[in-house]
């Protein structure tokens, strides 16, 4: 495999030098465009961004139309109907009127160079391509659902795996339908999709897992474990949007799961009972304990020294904050410790007791890393709302923060005052103190990022304020989601250098900001720096900024990248 270093180094004494200046000094984004003009595979080295566009017109929604569809008269009102038609961006104005709103569209990976360079982008198979038939392969996404389409590298470093929805494009509400085999009668989207998890390699070719996981909401990350004899998945999403008590599909089916890799195409699957490989509880802190199941509300992703560590940055239950697997039963007796040195990761489900599942949810086996926060949701309102994270070594760790989400809107500075005040949204830098044993926030990078100004939005995007909220079209940037790094090369950046790129999250005055577009953004920090005061002096680049009828959800390298995490 090609490092990203060398990749660097051969281009940029090539052609890139000024590309590169382009992108990381602030002279312009790069332009999306071929450069390359390269062969059929992925180049090692490069970028993958996972990008959806919205594919509906007028006619996708219909005012008055009663959702969800399929809604038992018992669950939704008749008296009501859809307030907008099938019309981006207004078509997400009925976010207001259905809480489940959503509708599916094409994914998208883009192949871009370290420095912004459009290389290819690569369709994922749906029902709008040609030849695609319903017992096709075919993956979508949910416009818009933000927390998706985040992207990771197989252990081997071989294959990129995401997770998203079997269901055609323009269904409407399929992010919070139920699953066919985790059926919740109390569930208001009367429709069932499977999820799935997707894998392509080096050469663009796909493959699709199916799952029952996740039902009545999303699947938002997964790995593929495919070392030490190993080969399963290990995903992180959420699960349940019906009343409580949820049934035990739903239950089984929330956070942490591990699934095996089918090699049979979709339509010759069937998918069993989800199978969870880590929970949390809030009463290992010593909390009352929430609705089950809701603890476990997960969304970022990664393996590192052979641990598993997921975010929770969302919601009204459980902590925002960072979790491992213990599979010692040992590191975290009250819930919040350290990884034991030499721990395996798990290689099966959870053990679970179904008659105690609805009382008692399942067996506690995830702590929260030592040094971050344990305050519950439930007994005050979250500063933390942690995303994408990566490791840059043993005792360095980069966390996005995406931000509150608040739309406190100033019209006279034209800010969004509350996210232009916040002090840990963007990339935290964590720094591991042995003499403390505990993690410690170093300082949060958001020079460059403008939060809460809003900004324009090049394409098919309207201007002045939505009349359905009373707030500007346009978006600002609220924080951080996906993220992933690298080392500098030792050659246009020092090696003690990190290059870390970031999908943005956003706010608007849109009916649903996760439909805003938003942006890709590249910053370099020292590695070895511990103080915001030398810090001070580091921002954010633009590379990327999706148009109107685009979102950016995730990045990584390419198959084939040798994943450096360590100088």
């Given at each position: 495999?090609?490092?990203?270093?060398?990749?660097?180094?051969?281009?940029?004494?090539?052609?890139?030098?000024?590309?590169?200046?382009?992108?990381?000094?602030?002279?312009?984004?790069?332009?999306?465009?071929?450069?390359?003009?390269?062969?059929?595979?992925?180049?090692?080295?490069?970028?993958?961004?996972?990008?959806?566009?919205?594919?509906?017109?007028?006619?996708?929604?219909?005012?008055?139309?009663?959702?969800?569809?399929?809604?038992?008269?018992?669950?939704?009102?008749?008296?009501?109907?859809?307030?907008?038609?099938?019309?981006?961006?207004?078509?997400?104005?009925?976010?207001?009127?259905?809480?489940?709103?959503?509708?599916?569209?094409?994914?998208?990976?883009?192949?871009?160079?370290?420095?912004?360079?459009?290389?290819?982008?690569?369709?994922?198979?749906?029902?709008?391509?040609?030849?695609?038939?319903?017992?096709?392969?075919?993956?979508?996404?949910?416009?818009?659902?933000?927390?998706?389409?985040?992207?990771?590298?197989?252990?081997?470093?071989?294959?990129?795996?995401?997770?998203?929805?079997?269901?055609?494009?323009?269904?409407?509400?399929?992010?919070?339908?139920?699953?066919?085999?985790?059926?919740?009668?109390?569930?208001?989207?009367?429709?069932?999709?499977?999820?799935?998890?997707?894998?392509?390699?080096?050469?663009?070719?796909?493959?699709?897992?199916?799952?029952?996981?996740?039902?009545?909401?999303?699947?938002?990350?997964?790995?593929?474990?495919?070392?030490?004899?190993?080969?399963?998945?290990?995903?992180?999403?959420?699960?349940?949007?019906?009343?409580?008590?949820?049934?035990?599909?739903?239950?089984?089916?929330?956070?942490?799961?591990?699934?095996?890799?089918?090699?049979?195409?979709?339509?010759?699957?069937?998918?069993?009972?989800?199978?969870?490989?880590?929970?949390?509880?809030?009463?290992?802190?010593?909390?009352?304990?929430?609705?089950?199941?809701?603890?476990?509300?997960?969304?970022?992703?990664?393996?590192?020294?052979?641990?598993?560590?997921?975010?929770?940055?969302?919601?009204?239950?459980?902590?925002?904050?960072?979790?491992?697997?213990?599979?010692?039963?040992?590191?975290?007796?009250?819930?919040?410790?350290?990884?034991?040195?030499?721990?395996?990761?798990?290689?099966?489900?959870?053990?679970?007791?179904?008659?105690?599942?609805?009382?008692?949810?399942?067996?506690?086996?995830?702590?929260?890393?030592?040094?971050?926060?344990?305050?519950?949701?439930?007994?005050?309102?979250?500063?933390?709302?942690?995303?994408?994270?990566?490791?840059?070594?043993?005792?360095?760790?980069?966390?996005?923060?995406?931000?509150?989400?608040?739309?406190?809107?100033?019209?006279?500075?034209?800010?969004?005052?509350?996210?232009?005040?916040?002090?840990?949204?963007?990339?935290?830098?964590?720094?591991?103190?042995?003499?403390?044993?505990?993690?410690?926030?170093?300082?949060?990078?958001?020079?460059?990022?403008?939060?809460?100004?809003?900004?324009?939005?090049?394409?098919?995007?309207?201007?002045?304020?939505?009349?359905?909220?009373?707030?500007?079209?346009?978006?600002?940037?609220?924080?951080?989601?996906?993220?992933?790094?690298?080392?500098?090369?030792?050659?246009?950046?020092?090696?003690?250098?990190v290059v870390i790129y970031a999908i943005s999250s956003t706010v608007s005055g849109g009916g649903d900001t996760g439909a805003d577009p938003n942006k890709l953004y590249v910053i370099v920090d020292d590695v070895n720096n511990t103080s915001a005061t030398a810090a001070a002096g580091e921002r954010f680049f633009e590379l990327r900024a999706a148009r109107g009828r685009e979102v950016l959800r995730g990045i990584s390298f390419t198959p084939g990248t040798k994943q450096e995490t360590s100088y």
């Amino acid at each position: 495999m090609v490092s990203f270093a060398s990749s660097l180094r051969r281009r940029v004494l090539v052609r890139a030098l000024s590309c590169v200046a382009i992108a990381l000094f602030g002279v312009a984004a790069a332009p999306a465009q071929d450069f390359f003009f390269p062969g059929p595979d992925f180049t090692p080295g490069n970028l993958v961004l996972s990008r959806s566009v919205y594919a509906g017109n007028a006619g996708t929604v219909q005012v008055g139309e009663i959702l969800p569809p399929g809604c038992a008269p018992s669950l939704c009102s008749p008296s009501t109907g859809a307030i907008a038609d099938g019309t981006y961006p207004g078509v997400f104005n009925n976010d207001s009127y259905d809480g489940s709103f959503g509708i599916t569209s094409p994914i998208f990976l883009d192949e871009m160079t370290p420095w912004g360079w459009t290389v290819r982008s690569l369709e994922v198979p749906n029902s709008l391509e040609r030849g695609i038939t319903p017992e096709s392969d075919q993956l979508v996404t949910s416009f818009s659902s933000k927390s998706e389409e985040a992207l990771n590298l197989s252990s081997d470093g071989k294959y990129l795996t995401f997770i998203d929805y079997v269901a055609p494009v323009n269904a409407i509400d399929v992010s919070n339908a139920n699953t066919p085999g985790a059926v919740d009668p109390t569930n208001p989207v009367g429709e069932s999709f499977y999820r799935a998890v997707a894998t392509v390699d080096e050469h663009g070719r796909f493959t699709f897992t199916e799952s029952n996981a996740y039902s009545g909401n999303n699947g938002r990350a997964a790995i593929l474990y495919n070392a030490d004899g190993a080969d399963v998945f290990f995903t992180a999403g959420n699960a349940g949007n019906g009343s409580n008590p949820q049934p035990d599909g739903i239950i089984l089916g929330a956070g942490a799961q591990i699934i095996t890799p089918s090699d049979v195409p979709e339509y010759l699957q069937n998918p069993g009972t989800p199978t969870p490989v880590a929970s949390f509880s809030v009463t290992e802190l010593g909390d009352k304990a929430d609705k089950v199941g809701k603890d476990d509300n997960f969304r970022g992703m990664t393996i590192y020294n052979n641990v598993l560590y997921f975010t929770k940055g969302s919601g009204g239950n459980g902590v925002n904050t960072v979790y491992f697997v213990d599979t010692t039963g040992t590191a975290c007796p009250k819930g919040v410790g350290l990884p034991v040195a030499d721990a395996k990761l798990p290689t099966a489900a959870l053990t679970y007791d179904l008659s105690t599942l609805q009382t008692d949810g399942l067996p506690s086996n995830m702590c929260v890393l030592a040094g971050f926060p344990t305050l519950s949701n439930k007994t005050g309102n979250p500063v933390n709302f942690p995303f994408g994270l990566w490791f840059a070594n043993p005792t360095t760790l980069y966390v996005a923060d995406e931000g509150d989400g608040v739309t406190t809107y100033d019209a006279t500075t034209n800010t969004y005052t509350d996210d232009a005040g916040q002090t840990l949204a963007g990339l935290e830098k964590w720094v591991f103190d042995s003499s403390t044993q505990t993690w410690n926030l170093a300082y949060t990078l958001e020079n460059g990022l403008n939060l809460g100004t809003p900004y324009t939005v090049r394409g098919d995007y309207p201007t002045g304020d939505n009349a359905a909220t009373g707030l500007p079209w346009a978006p600002a940037t609220d924080g951080l989601r996906n993220i992933v790094g690298t080392f500098g090369d030792g050659f246009f950046f020092p090696r003690d250098q990190v290059v870390i790129y970031a999908i943005s999250s956003t706010v608007s005055g849109g009916g649903d900001t996760g439909a805003d577009p938003n942006k890709l953004y590249v910053i370099v920090d020292d590695v070895n720096n511990t103080s915001a005061t030398a810090a001070a002096g580091e921002r954010f680049f633009e590379l990327r900024a999706a148009r109107g009828r685009e979102v950016l959800r995730g990045i990584s390298f390419t198959p084939g990248t040798k994943q450096e995490t360590s100088y």
